[in-house]
């Protein structure tokens, strides 16, 4: 199934009118949006809305959100009927500092995503999209499918990024154990995706 979400993404990619998309993008500063537009090294920045408007998510789950710019493409195709949550630490150069807007469908929180408290209101198990590029380490990718596991729904996808980032990485995604799809076209550390 997830070969077949990945095709109607990359339908969805043929399509993407990154004029629409750059609406959302006018704070986000030259060095992330050079990679937004590095489509050989950083294509998932694009992946994320065609794959959003293919599955028509009702609530999106992203962890490790940094400066926003991943929050800020998905948010550019989301319904206003739909749901983002997004999760980041505390970044040196600010959480969220390209997103200066407030949007009716997009809540911003900010703490450890290996505390549950933090999602409180959240009913996480009405996650249709989870996007998971926090730490980058086996540790973390690991305690992150141990808690989250019994949240994933049946028939949601999980994207993870920096999959090939190095040795932890690969190997904490070689345990999951659903069907997964490695998409290494999509960015230089590597991409993948599985449904539950």
């Known amino acids: 199934m997830v070969k077949r979400i990945d095709l109607a993404a990359r339908l969805e990619l043929a399509k993407l009118d990154m004029d629409e998309v750059s609406q959302f993008l006018g704070d986000v500063n030259d060095g992330s949006m050079k990679d937004i537009n590095n489509v050989s090294l950083s294509l998932y ?3 994320l809305p065609a794959l959003v408007r293919a599955i028509k998510p009702k609530q999106i789950i992203e962890m490790g959100s940094a400066g926003g710019a991943s929050v800020l493409m998905m948010l550019s195709v989301l319904p206003e009927t739909s ?4 999760m980041s630490l505390k970044e040196p150069e600010g959480e969220f500092r390209f997103i200066k807007k407030d949007y009716l469908n997009l809540e911003l929180r900010r703490g450890d995503n290996l505390n549950l ?3 409180k209101g959240v009913d996480l198990k009405k996650t249709d999209l989870w996007f998971l590029d926090t730490k980058h380490t086996f540790e973390q990718l690991h ?3 141990e808690l989250y596991d019994p949240y994933f729904k049946k028939g949601a996808i999980v994207l993870l990024d920096d999959i090939r980032l190095n040795s932890g990485m690969t190997k904490a995604w070689n345990e999951i154990k ?3 799809l490695s998409l290494p076209d999509l960015h230089w550390s590597g991409f993948g995706m599985f449904q539950v």
């Open 117 to 119: 408290d933090n999602w």
């Open 143 to 145: 305690k992150e499918m």
């Open 45 to 47: 920045y694009r992946y």
């Open 178 to 180: 659903y069907n997964k």
């Open 83 to 86: 749901k983002l949550y997004a």
